[in-house]
């Protein structure tokens, strides 16, 4: 039997906004053709499960076709579509793809957000795959198995260095108002909202100081995606050193970005190399289904100074033979459920029963 389509009903859409790329194919949006790969992520996925409806009393869901860290300025628009919902009796469905983890709260609302802390999840949210790029991933020709060997190679090619004292100033003043928070003001929480580059730059000197590990560090001083860091590569370039970087470790450092999640954790599945998750009250998409553990390393954030540890414990416990099924199962997983249009079809076909 063919998959049930899964109808949704989005409205008119706001001229001035981008619409949410998982619709381009459904409202005749051409495909991304430019110098930045990442921003055709969507086009080569299957969103074919999706139907769009112009009558609400047909749709399955009500969904907004933006971004909704975006659409959520447009006070009448969403009070217009909520309204509308609400006469229908049905859910609405909002894409929150933000670093920030907080937004405006609509009524009736299931809200997929790309990076959530545990103390702070409302039962309304669904955590949801960031934006990976699968095409040159998940190539066959650009997976292989790592055999076990003396030392594990534990790998980051990223931002962890600073362009200027300005950048260099505003990280530490990031810092000391995490540390104001935990040691004046009793947060238990405040030391999980560091920036990443803190966790990566601990988790690396620790690493670069151990002898029982390899490392292959490549510390770039700016985030690739951002249009006014300085770079002397070409995207091109920078990518193929990135994948390259990946592929030829065991382990991949995998801390979070400005926002609590990473996107080379998903990337580092999508090869079939061992993520090393430095866990900051941090929440992984389908967390009840996946047993993440078989094939990841999770170092809480209190403990990141004994990273080297925690690899060494997967590594040691697991023959060489169960070594290779765990980089195998990190990529059919990924393959599986955490492509996103993988994971969006799973996920709304759950919430139709």
Not at 159 to 187: A, G, M, T
Request: proline share 5%; net charge neutral.
């Amino acid at each position: 039997m063919a998959d049930k389509a899964i109808s949704v009903y989005i409205g008119a859409t706001l001229p001035e906004r981008p619409l949410y790329p998982i619709l381009k194919r459904h409202l005749g949006v051409s495909e991304y053709v430019g110098p930045k790969p990442f921003r055709a992520i969507f086009d080569e996925m299957d969103f074919g499960f999706i139907n769009v409806v112009h009558n609400p009393a047909e749709a399955d869901f009500f969904m907004v076709p933006h971004n909704y860290s975006f659409a959520q300025k447009e006070r009448g628009y969403i009070e217009h579509f909520t309204r509308l919902a609400q006469e229908h009796n049905k859910k609405i469905l909002l894409f929150h793809y933000s670093d920030e983890s907080e937004y405006e709260k609509i009524p009736n609302a299931q809200v997929f957000c790309v990076g959530q802390y545990k103390y702070k999840k409302q039962d309304n949210e669904i955590i949801m795959v960031p934006q990976v790029y699968g095409g040159d991933i998940l190539l066959d020709e650009n997976f292989s198995i790592r055999q076990k060997s003396e030392k594990p190679v534990v790998s980051f090619c990223g931002w962890s260095e600073f362009q200027s004292l300005r950048q260099r100033l505003r990280y530490y003043q990031k810092l000391l108002l995490c540390d104001f928070r935990s040691i004046v003001l009793h947060d238990s929480h405040a030391n999980a909202h560091k920036q990443g580059v803190y966790f990566r730059r601990k988790a690396m000197r620790t690493l670069l100081n151990s002898p029982r590990v390899e490392t292959s560090f490549i510390s770039r001083d700016f985030y690739v995606a951002n249009k006014h860091a300085k770079r002397a590569m070409t995207q091109e370039a920078m990518r193929a050193e990135y994948l390259k970087n990946i592929q030829e470790s065991d382990f991949v450092l995998a801390p979070r970005g400005d926002g609590n999640f990473s996107v080379r954790f998903y990337e580092a599945l999508a090869l079939g190399r061992i993520p090393v998750l430095v866990d900051t009250e941090s929440i992984l998409p389908l967390e009840k289904e996946i047993k993440y553990r078989d094939f990841v390393v999770v170092v809480p954030h209190e403990d990141v100074g004994r990273v080297e540890e925690y690899i060494l414990d997967f590594y040691n416990k697991h023959s060489p033979e169960e070594f290779a099924a765990a980089q195998v199962q990190a990529r059919e997983t990924f393959k599986k459920y955490l492509r996103f249009d993988a994971f969006l079809k799973h996920v709304l076909s759950q919430m139709q029963k």
